[in-house]
């Protein structure tokens, strides 16, 4: 509890009969932070925060103030504060590897002789199950229980050890699989937007804030909740009540003016605004939204625009609270007491919309009159590209042409044959995967309503998704099923092919399961530019299926008339989708559901007691669930045989003291990399390959390949991770070229002095017994993606100690210092390609082990194969003085450790 308040901000507030304590922003305007209530609202919530915790060595008056100056710089004073969020959201891709790093802390905070109970989160950690549903069946009323039975049979271990960590940690529930993805179940039950802690007798009101596991734990900004996705190793850091350090961010205000036009969806309008905040460069910005548009956009339209936040590169995309919110969470079943409790207190507080009012004051704005936008994709290879529906034709064929490298093929096609008995032929653009998935649109029903709705429609008219067409409808909870179900509109999706698979992530983080065989062979024989359609938000390459190229992001509604059209090759705007019963032309005109008909169906089968049934018992879990059998005991009985789970080596012969970091002395080139680099690519990701690294290993480990399951449910096994780290079959490490000196996709690398060509854990592991450290290069945006842990931890055991780059994206960058890897950036102009590199050279850097300070800039000699040294300048970004703490002692986790052993 806060022991200073320098403003005098803490005050009581009594609504419906309770009194409550809050740090109230009136009174501190009024004892010395003048003109803070035109702060925009998202800052309010962080100087709340700064406040409440003031205790003049984390949080000082000093930094209390600099966000009262923040009016007047606007966030370029670059000013560090530690912020501390109320709660952390997992998801249990990034759960598992977490609660293994806790477990691993417990064995050795045993060791360094302290208390391992005292390794226990001191907030509140909810972990939802939402990751490792695989659509292995589809198309028919029994994919989900053949789906969710080969979930549970291929992740007894991981289930079985997350049972353990929910008994054997305090403050950490377990929401599990079956549920719902881990964002939707936040913003229609979890989150509370104000939150509420008895301490000292006393009952403190709050703004709710989260940091997530997973970037897109952004979308439940969209209901005035103050939150963004951070690495598994901040977010552990967090658990064990280290503040998260930050800077006071610019605010990038996005006014919305005007309303939707007919036809056009929530979808369109986030992938509108996402390409014009990546034109506009918001990252590592808040953006927040505000303007008279906002009063014609439903809650979950505003969820599904800050869902995309990490698509546009912001830390997040904040709308204030407002009328509509407190209108969701009475439609969502919320407390009739909380729900009271939020709107009297962010009255009080200056954070509750209201017409009229001044708007804030920004760092910068830009405008968009939601009447200008139009139906729209992106594709195929990033969610920022975006194209309208009437360019997506014409844009699929230039991209065949132009990023393809398929010039005067558009009309190439080859037979399939065999696919439960049809032979058809298949040509570049063939969408051999559509489906509704994410929590993105899922969310929303307006467009899971309009997808059904447009089922029905074409179901009246005849039409049927081509045979080619991996068809998959997995919602984000199952509210939806229910309202679908209830509707009939379910009976409509099914008879279209759109048959429940499950619920979660699926399709959108690469669980889309395997192709048809034959269609697989087709592609992959005649070298097929396939595609997919699916209601995500990631289309990066190599990411949704190994057999597709081309990949779009798109509505509900158009995922089910993409699979009917059933290639890219059709104009949707123009062409018809197919031929009806009767004979005649179907186009997309005429079966397009209206708004009205859309909201009459919302109206009648979408009731609050629909959330407050499916959420009452939502941790109690199925029968699957109920019957995992889970060790007990308060640290965890590693199992030496598993291939899921294992006690990673971070903390093996840690000292109570660190040792100071060494300079960085000849090392070797790992990868040299362009732009655009994601965590997807950096961090294993999808599919298992029997020749790779990991799939040595675990057939190595008695794993039939069957078995191998995905990279993601892995991720509790450092052995499997580390040998897929840079392992995508995308990526491409310019150094390895092949005779014809194109560059080799793959994770390979090339090991020096003697210039073998090897998978790059291989080379890493060469290194490493010779005594060789590595580094990277890259170009600019190196990281951008979701939060992958495993990007960093992979990077750190491969024995890479710096990656240098233009710039990174922020989660990623935080990432690295948090495992102990220097990031380094160029100066403006220079790049690993100006300098000529090739590979082969080696790099010293010094300057690290004498007074590293934060954005220092440090000197690196590169020596060329033919001895010619250059000295390039890099600025180092550990960009505080508490990452640079963490980085002392070789990453966060030693620095937290360190601290409760102390």
Not at 474 to 481: D, E, K, T
Not at 602 to 614: P, V
Not at 665 to 670: D, F, Q, S, T, W
């Amino acid at each position: 509890m806060t022991t200073i308040d320098s403003f005098k901000s803490r005050k009581t507030l009594t609504v419906g009969g309770k009194t409550y304590t809050y740090y109230s922003l009136a009174e501190a305007e009024k004892n010395g932070l003048e003109g803070i209530s035109r702060l925009p609202f998202s800052m309010k919530v962080l100087l709340e925060n700064l406040l409440r915790f003031e205790d003049g060595r984390s949080v000082t008056k000093d930094d209390i103030v600099a966000v009262k100056e923040w009016l007047v710089n606007k966030g370029a004073a670059g000013r560090e504060i530690a912020f501390r969020p109320a709660r952390v959201l997992m998801q249990d891709f990034t759960g598992v590897p977490a609660v293994v790093d806790l477990a691993a802390m417990r064995d050795a905070m045993k060791q360094l002789g302290g208390d391992p109970t005292r390794i226990n989160p001191l907030v509140p950690v909810d972990l939802v199950i939402d990751h490792s549903v695989v659509v292995d069946f589809f198309g028919s009323s029994s994919a989900l229980a053949q789906n969710v039975a080969r979930e549970y049979e291929q992740n007894q271990e991981r289930y079985r050890f997350l049972k353990w960590g929910q008994s054997a940690f305090n403050n950490f529930r377990v929401v599990p699989p079956g549920t719902g993805i881990c964002h939707q179940v936040n913003l229609e039950y979890l989150a509370q937007t104000v939150w509420t802690k008895t301490e000292g007798g006393e009952t403190v009101a709050y703004p709710d804030t989260l940091v997530g596991t997973d970037s897109h734990t952004t979308m439940v900004n969209g209901l005035g909740v103050l939150g963004w996705g951070v690495g598994g190793i901040e977010a552990e850091a967090a658990m064990l009540g280290q503040p998260l350090s930050m800077l006071l961010p610019e605010v990038i205000g996005f006014k919305l003016t005007g309303r939707l036009k007919e036809g056009v969806t929530a979808t369109d309008l986030v992938l509108t605004v996402t390409q014009m905040l990546r034109k506009k460069g918001v990252v590592g910005k808040f953006v927040e939204f505000y303007g008279p548009g906002l009063a014609h956009m439903t809650l979950e339209d505003k969820a599904t625009i800050a869902n995309m936040a990490p698509e546009y590169g912001a830390t997040c995309g904040f709308f204030p609270v407002d009328a509509e919110t407190l209108r969701y969470l009475e439609k969502t079943g919320r407390d009739a007491d909380r729900i009271a409790l939020v709107g009297e207190y962010t009255r009080a507080q200056g954070m509750f919309r209201e017409e009229g009012t001044p708007d804030p004051v920004f760092t910068d704005t830009l405008e968009l009159d939601l009447g200008d936008v139009v139906p729209s994709l992106a594709g195929p290879k990033r969610p920022q590209d975006r194209v309208t529906l009437a360019d997506a034709k014409a844009g699929f064929l230039a991209s065949l042409e132009n990023e393809f490298k398929k010039p005067g093929e558009a009309t190439k096609t080859a037979p399939s044959s065999n696919l439960r008995g049809d032979t058809f032929e298949l040509g570049h653009g063939a969408v051999v995967i559509a489906a509704i998935t994410s929590c993105t649109n899922t969310s929303n029903p307006s467009v899971l309503i309009g997808a059904g709705l447009l089922a029905r429609k074409a179901r009246e008219k005849g039409l049927k998704p081509k045979p080619w067409v991996k068809t998959s409808l997995a919602p984000g909870s199952q509210v939806v099923a229910e309202y679908l179900a209830k509707s009939g509109l379910q009976a409509d999706l099914d008879a279209m092919g759109f048959n429940l698979v499950g619920f979660g992530c699926t399709t959108c983080i690469g669980n889309s399961g395997p192709l048809e065989a034959p269609i697989s062979k087709t592609i992959n024989e005649a070298d097929l530019v396939a595609a997919a359609v699916l209601s995500g938000n990631r289309n990066f390459e190599g990411r949704v299926n190994p057999d597709v190229k081309a990949n779009y992001l798109a509505s509900p509604p158009l995922v089910v008339a993409y699979s009917i059209a059933g290639s890219m090759q059709v104009d949707l705007t123009t062409e018809p989708l197919g031929t009806g019963s009767d004979g005649q032309p179907v186009f997309l005109k005429d079966i397009w559901p209206s708004p009205q008909e859309i909201q009459q169906f919302i109206d009648a089968y979408i009731t609050n007691e629909m959330f407050r049934s499916k959420y009452a018992d939502v941790f109690k879990g199925d029968e699957n669930w109920q019957k995992i059998d889970a060790p007990t005991g308060q640290t965890y009985a590693w199992d030496s045989k598993s291939t899921y789970v294992a006690n990673p080596p971070y903390f093996v012969g840690m000292s109570k003291t660190p040792e100071a970091p060494s300079d960085i002395v000849g090392a070797r080139i790992l990868g040299l990399f362009l732009d655009s680099i994601t965590t997807d690519h950096i961090s294993p990701a999808g599919s298992i390959k029997a020749a790779s690294p990991a799939g040595k290993y675990l057939i190595e480990h008695g794993v039939a390949v069957a078995d191998f399951n995905q990279y993601g449910t892995r991720r509790g096994n450092h052995e499997v991770m580390m040998r897929g780290t840079f392992a995508n079959i995308r990526i491409k490490n310019q150094m390895v070229k092949d005779e014809a000196g194109n560059v080799v996709e793959g994770g390979y690398t090339l090991h020096w002095p003697d210039g073998e060509r090897l998978p790059i854990y291989d080379a890493a592991m060469k290194y490493k017994a010779e005594g060789v450290p590595l580094v990277v290069f890259a170009g600019r945006e190196y990281g951008t993606g979701s939060s992958r842990d495993w990007a960093a931890k992979g990077t750190n055991l491969l024995g890479v100690r710096a990656v240098i780059a233009q710039s990174f994206e922020r989660i990623h960058r935080s990432n690295l210092v948090g495992m102990g890897v220097l990031p380094l950036v160029f100066e403006e102009g220079t790049s690993w390609q100006t300098l000529g590199l090739k590979g082969d050279e080696t790099v010293t850097i010094r300057g690290i082990a004498d007074g590293l300070k934060p954005r220092q800039t440090l000197q690196a000699e590169i020596t060329f194969a033919d001895g010619t040294v250059k000295t390039v300048p890099l600025t180092c970004r550990i960009d505080t003085l508490d990452e640079l703490e963490y980085f002392r002692n070789r990453g966060i986790l030693h620095y937290v450790l360190r601290q409760l052993a102390a």
